[in-house]
């Protein structure tokens, strides 16, 4: 189990051409929470980014997919995702991998985002990524430009001027090969509003709101699960062994292994092993839960 408490966390300011695809970017604060290489060659990726215009510019994306997944609850403001669609603060969105989203335009607001997928799925992954995607940058920006989140260059083959996202670009430099983005099986991001959804008690103490249930894999664990828990009182619910599980607390009070922490903690539970989590007597708590997909 790996635990971090996002105000322990110490915040990177990342420079304005150092995003993925070299996207203009806003003043912005990144917090790297969690991140591992788990069962079934998954890989994950659980960060914190802040967005301000304080004396920057808003972060413009155009429209793009991904060959991974994406799911991300806004703690404050509200980011948006699409022309017209935001995710306000409480709220939470599933991105499938191979759906299309964006234009979109970062301006105020905080964001826990969690990252994953399996083998070639998620190239970001292992120790090493953040190295090889510097060495890539630098390759690619002595034959091409980043400009507004795409990467413009020469086809070596035909010879002429060719255009592509700066995020799929540099993951055929470093993987010296093409990303190949699966269909669309979800033909654009689920939104959903948690404060819509009614609890029900499963035990005294511990009471559940189920989010939703995806496949974008094939297989009876396949699925991604995301629920909200409450906890009050002596209520105790274990998050189980059977899937590798990431989950953070809304607010103060959540206690894990007789120790009780702040709002907004964040955990990676990892499959075979079992957690079970409870509040202070004073509670309640509420605590996202994301139970990942297994390919077994």
Request: aromatic fraction near 10%; charged fraction near 25%.
């Amino acid at each position: 189990m790996d635990i971090a408490v996002i105000a322990d966390v110490p915040a990177s300011e990342k420079p304005k051409d150092d995003r993925p695809g070299a996207r203009p970017a806003s003043d912005t604060e990144h917090k790297s929470l969690l991140g591992d290489v788990g069962k079934d060659d998954m890989r994950f990726r659980f960060v914190r980014n802040q967005e301000s215009l304080d004396g920057g510019t808003a972060a413009r994306y155009p429209r793009h997919h991904h060959g991974f997944q994406q799911i991300r609850w806004t703690e404050f403001g509200a980011v948006n995702y699409a022309p017209g669609q935001d995710i306000v603060a409480g709220d939470i969105a599933y991105f499938p991998k191979g759906a299309y989203y964006g234009p979109q335009m970062k301006e105020h607001g905080a964001q826990l985002l969690l990252q994953y997928g399996f083998g070639n799925d998620y190239p970001v992954g292992g120790k090493d990524w953040a190295a090889k995607y510097k060495e890539a940058t630098e390759r690619l920006r002595l034959k091409g430009e980043f400009r507004d989140g795409q990467y413009i260059d020469t086809d070596p083959q035909t010879g002429q001027q060719r255009v592509r996202d700066g995020v799929e670009a540099l993951h055929d430099e470093y993987a010296g090969k093409r990303l190949v983005i699966p269909p669309e099986a979800y033909s654009a991001p689920i939104l959903m509003h948690p404060a819509a959804f009614a609890y029900y008690q499963v035990e005294p103490g511990v009471e559940v709101k189920h989010l939703g249930r995806y496949f974008d894999y094939s297989g009876p664990n396949a699925d991604v699960r995301m629920s909200v828990l409450r906890l009050s009182g002596r209520g105790v619910f274990a998050l189980g062994a059977d899937r590798a599980q990431v989950a953070w607390s809304v607010g103060p009070g959540m206690t894990i292994g007789g120790r009780t922490y702040p709002e907004l903690t964040c955990l990676y539970s990892p499959r075979e092993e079992q957690v079970p989590l409870a509040c202070r007597h004073d509670g309640p708590v509420e605590v996202f839960v994301v139970e990942l997909p297994r390919l077994d």
